[in-house]
């Protein structure tokens, strides 16, 4: 979507002195600012502490979305505008009676690790369609471990896709010999 933009004029706001800032200690005695302040062994405690906290996450708080995966030969993962796109691709060649399904994910962390991974293997490939230079392709690279290829189709730089363009690249990548 677009709308018009209208910019006003910037008037820069009168700020009370900050005596905190580090800009080099010229004249004046050296500040410090800390972020954190931990003894011996506390960081290791608190790391672990996080660790189990996003263990928890990857069990309980992973969102994501199906469409047609338990045949598929070839499985698109998309998120985004990217995905709905896809979705239109995926459902034509389903109807064209290729065996390809479709893996949204709701949420980039926790990321579908586990959903990938019973995914894998079987002689199943991947696709990863974004609308970048690859962002979330590594991690599901990451996730399958080798166990079935992973493929990219991505447009960088705000170009959007139709599902037209979609559909001939998931049927090329569908159709591909390894």
């Known amino acids: 979507m677009m709308e018009p933009f209208h910019p006003t004029k910037y008037k820069k706001p009168k700020l009370p002195k900050k005596n905190w800032v580090l800009d080099g200690a010229k004249g004046r005695k050296p500040r410090v600012i800390r972020s954190l302040c931990m003894g011996q062994g506390e960081l290791e405690?608190?790391?672990?502490?996080?660790?189990?906290?996003?263990?928890l996450l990857k069990k309980k708080e992973v969102m994501f979305d199906e469409y047609d995966t338990k045949d598929a030969k070839l499985v698109v993962i998309a998120f985004g505008i990217a995905a709905r796109i896809a979705l239109s691709a995926v459902k034509e060649l389903r109807r064209d009676g290729k065996k390809v399904g479709l893996l949204r994910p709701v949420t980039l962390f926790p990321f579908p690790e586990r959903q990938?991974?019973?995914?894998?293997?079987?002689?199943?490939?991947?696709?990863?369609v974004e609308m970048n230079a690859g962002q979330m392709v590594e991690d599901v690279r990451l996730a399958v471990n080798g166990k079935s290829e992973v493929l990219f189709y991505g447009r960088p730089g705000g170009a959007v896709f139709n599902p037209e363009e979609l559909y001939s690249k998931i049927k090329a990548a569908y159709n591909k010999k390894t």
């Open 45 to 55: 405690q608190r790391n672990n502490i996080l660790q189990k906290k996003y263990d």
């Open 116 to 128: 990938l991974v019973s995914l894998s293997g079987k002689g199943r490939r991947f696709i990863v």
